[in-house]
DNA sequence: GAAATTTGTTATACATTTGTAACATTAACG
DNA sequence: CGTTAATGTTACAAATGTATAACAAATTTC
């Protein structure tokens, strides 16, 4: 078993690791654990292919233990994704500034988290190859979370850019309203179904001519048709 | 009917587990219960595709139950559903560390339940999301909802859509119009005989040639012939 | 904390799907 | 053959699903 990635992850609650950990093998990685940002400090990062992070620890966050990471030469490359309780928009300022390449929101399922790591390991393994998702001449930015059609910029809300977002990373499927419901809203919020018929709608318009890829299909849902 | 699928229910409500029990059944499904860990643990799991447990039972809990067949050889591969109550924290990571597949929060809909339980089992069958549904040149896309012959669309309504999905996914196989209802009609929907006969006859129609290859089994009911 | 933006809800108009009834056709069987 | 039962077909009404606009509420921004 040559080919297996070391993870590192870092985070001050036991329970939280194992889990972690349990899961990510099971997914095919290696995995070792650290619990504090000191103690990751201690280890020799540089084996590992991505680093997962607390932002809440102890002493250091995990935010300064990113800036740590990105400032240190022999390190500065490596991925991190960062667990954080919420995702208010100072911390993903924060972590941007930080060079951080993606953020899960606690409470996530693991095969959430899998995908994810997944997903940044193959974008960093390409090289930024994968930070967008592209249909012709229309760039969804997942890292800057912003949108183009050629040069032309598109502004989205948030709603609308996780809405494609969603769409774009499986084209040709169809997604029940529920299903959109749960991935692109939080899990306490209550909407109606009407809600993403409306979100759609205004997605449709920003989209100009591609908003005719943005397909409904009756008694089923949306989906993006290429 | 080889191809049903064996569930195994673990409740000690007895009531719980009828209606569980009735849900999946309709929705497919071959279903055994047990009313304890225990009595589960006497029988042989080793035949049932998915085991669906809950946490709050008289002596061994859910979670002590999946601990014990997570640890089982023959048993370990077996995905496993916990239905809880309240979906604390302790308790996602308490089932998680045990190799828990997904949860369900009571109270659920026997919608989702059923959505659970399938995406679950397609998750465990190794085959990620896409899937096709195949006979000569004509394709259902399961996960795109839509229907082609060669290149050529073939716009299918919801009732057609499930109809033909259902054939497609047991070529050969007669189904009375019983069971057509069943598997495509919602529960609470009531709907005479005639009806089926209607979709059906707009499904052939649709399908062109391959019209002919829905058969009507005189006092029996439709399938689709390869 | 006021203005601007985003987001959710409601109401209405519109389009499609679906169910049913009525009648036509076909198969089974003496 | 002719009768009966079952299924095929058609047309239309009813039910359902969606688009859109307008407004209200929430959130963000300055």
Known sequence: MENLQNILV???EETICEVLKLNLEIAGFNVDVANSAEEALALNMECYSLI???VMMGKMSGFELAGIIRSTERLKDIPIIICTAKDSE???VEGFSR???DYIKKPFSMRELVLRVKSVLRRAAGKGEASTLKYKTLTLDVVGKSCSMGCKRIPLTKKEFEILHLFLSYPGRI???EEILNRVWDDDVLVIDRT???NINRLRRKLGEYGNNIMTKLGY???FQQ
Chains 1, 2 share one sequence.
Request: net charge negative; no cysteine.
């Open 99 to 101: 060079g951080v390449d």
């Open 90 to 92: 100072d911390d993903l």
């Open 196 to 198: 993403i018929d409306v």
């Open 52 to 54: 997962l992070l607390d």
């Open 10 to 12: 870092v985070d001050d």
């Open 221 to 223: 849902g949306y989906g």
């Open 175 to 177: 997604f029940s309203r």
